[in-house]
């Protein structure tokens, strides 16, 4: 069963640094990709996906992330953290036949980002 | 474009009542997708429709939950007889035929009592 691992739980930065945010899935085919951003009492926002093409994939709010095959992982990235980014971070994977437009999104536990001042 | 809306946000209840939730996906999205979310978890598959027709169920929707989408636009959600381990964020989501991008609601969290 496909399945998805966010490591870290809890991550602190301080503004300005950067930002890695760490997800290893279990999927047997090429699986589509997406990281989520939920703000407190909200819904899920994509920051970005990925299904094929270019393994490096930029998103909004200056995220980008990486699709390494060999390493089982689509780690979240961002140059320069801001205080509005803390928020929870989830990745998630399409369940099969995600890309025939049926099925679900199957998550990770997400991680909470703090910014420090 | 007004997203997708979920309603109430907030719903607070007492064990053993019925409640239910209300969904408005985006207006051309044929497929709506339900999900439940409890604290520190990520997003948790309940339920899908493509149009009316309710596709799929996961073995997370007991007997005490069901779902509609009779003319395959708003959805609801109904859990009956509630108990405290239905506490948690109902999350709604929808997206079109061919489209991989899924749009979420804000969710109506539930607290019961």
């Known amino acids: 069963a496909q399945s998805v691992t966010q490591p870290d739980i809890h991550i602190t930065v301080s503004e300005g640094a950067s930002l890695e945010l760490r997800c290893n899935y279990s999927y047997g085919a090429t699986p589509y990709l ?32 990486e699709f390494k095959r060999s390493q089982s992982s ?14 929870e971070y989830f990745c998630a994977v399409g369940a099969p ?21 | 474009d007004t997203g997708v809306s979920q309603n109430p946000r907030h719903k607070i209840t007492k064990r053993g009542q ?6 408005d996906p985006i207006s051309e ?47 609801t959600l109904e859990i009956q007889r509630t108990e405290q381990g239905d506490s948690a964020m109902y999350l709604c989501a929808s997206r079109y035929q061919g ?11 539930l607290t019961v009592v």
Do not use: M
Not at chain 1, 74 to 87: G, I, Q
Not at chain 2, 18 to 23: A, D, K
Not at chain 2, 33 to 62: D, V
Not at chain 2, 99 to 109: H, I, K, L, S, V
């Open chain 2, 29 to 75: 999205h044929n497929r709506l997708y339900w999900y439940r979310q409890t604290l520190g978890q990520g997003p948790e598959f309940l339920t899908y429709f493509q149009n009316e027709a309710q596709l799929e169920k996961s073995r997370l929707l007991s007997d005490r939950f069901s779902a509609e989408r009779p003319k395959g636009s708003f959805s």
């Open chain 2, 18 to 23: 019925n409640v239910t939730f209300r969904c």
């Open chain 1, 74 to 87: 689509f780690n979240l990235r961002k140059p320069s953290v801001h205080w509005s980014d803390a928020a």
């Open chain 2, 99 to 109: 489209n991989t991008e899924a749009f979420f609601g804000q969710g109506t969290r």
């Open chain 1, 34 to 65: 997406f990281w989520y951003v939920q703000s407190p009492g909200q819904g899920l926002q994509l920051l970005l996906k990925y299904f094929s093409g270019d393994t490096l994939v930029q998103g909004i709010k200056g995220f980008e992330a």
């Open chain 1, 97 to 117: 036949n995600y890309g025939g437009s049926q099925g679900n999104l199957i998550f990770g536990k997400g991680t909470k980002l703090s910014v420090k001042p």
